[in-house]
């Protein structure tokens, strides 16, 4: 786990964590708006960032002239998966949800649709890894067990299918460009009130080589209404989509399921 060891040290630090805190509470934020937060310089939010940055744990994307920073839950999900999860009692990790539930309501409803960002560095190639986002034999390993089908071709339709038929999300290719990009409509259809408000979102894979082994899948998915039941699940689906599936190149095995929907 010595990869994780940048995780930590960037953790160590409460104004980090507090920074955390507020790109959590609500993403996409400027460095001005996150200053205004923390009793200290411009230039010391900005170191602060720059590690929380170098750990994985945020990322930023241009919107005009301005720079906003995401909260990406990837690298602290492995964590959670590495140090927590084997030790978690099922009981206590209700208890600590019904906790923050009632504690912080304001989370909950947001009338501003947000866009979620996640990023992940794999041990890989674009073309494999690009094969494993639309090669349905491979999202059946690690998409909660869906298969994805489609032509890729811009303007086709696709969609990820359970093995007993049920079609559980769907959508169009708006934008392909092999190996590097892959932009898609996002439409649930495990979600019944989702199923009839016809919640459809947008979906983007960037993919940009690090290395003759080494690739940043960023996932960015945009148009999230927070006022939407499923909304919510869709946090932990990707960190556990994009964890199982840097697991399965790497070491040719996906995580363990994990029950319940996205």
Known sequence: MEDMEPVFRALADPNRRY???????????????????????????????????????????????????????????????????KFAQPVA???????????????????????????VVIRTTPEKLWHALTDGSMT????????????????SPYRMVTED???????EVLEIDEPRKLVMTF????????????YTTRVTYEIEALGPEMVKLTTVHEGLDPSLKVTAGFHDGWVLISSSLKTLLETG??????????
């Open 19 to 85: 920074l955390l805190d507020l790109l959590h509470e609500r993403d996409g934020q400027t460095l001005l708006e996150l200053q205004g937060h923390l009793p200290m310089t411009r230039f010391g939010v900005m170191k602060h960032l720059k590690i929380l940055e170098e750990a994985g744990l945020v990322v930023t994307r241009r919107s005009g002239r301005e720079k906003l920073h995401y909260l990406n839950r990837v690298p602290i999900q492995m964590v959670y998966d590495r140090w927590v999860l």
């Open 93 to 119: 990790q209700s208890l600590t949800l019904l906790k923050y539930g009632l504690e912080d309501p304001s989370m909950i409803e947001s009338p501003t649709l947000v866009t979620n960002v996640y990023e």
């Open 140 to 155: 059946r390993q690690y998409y909660f067990g869906t298969a994805v089908e489609s032509d890729w071709k811009p303007g």
């Open 165 to 171: 038929g049920f079609n559980m999300l769907s959508g």
């Open 187 to 198: 439409q649930p259809h495990w979600d019944e009130d989702a199923e009839k408000a016809g």
């Open 253 to 262: 095995q996906p995580l363990p399921s994990v029950p319940g929907d996205m």
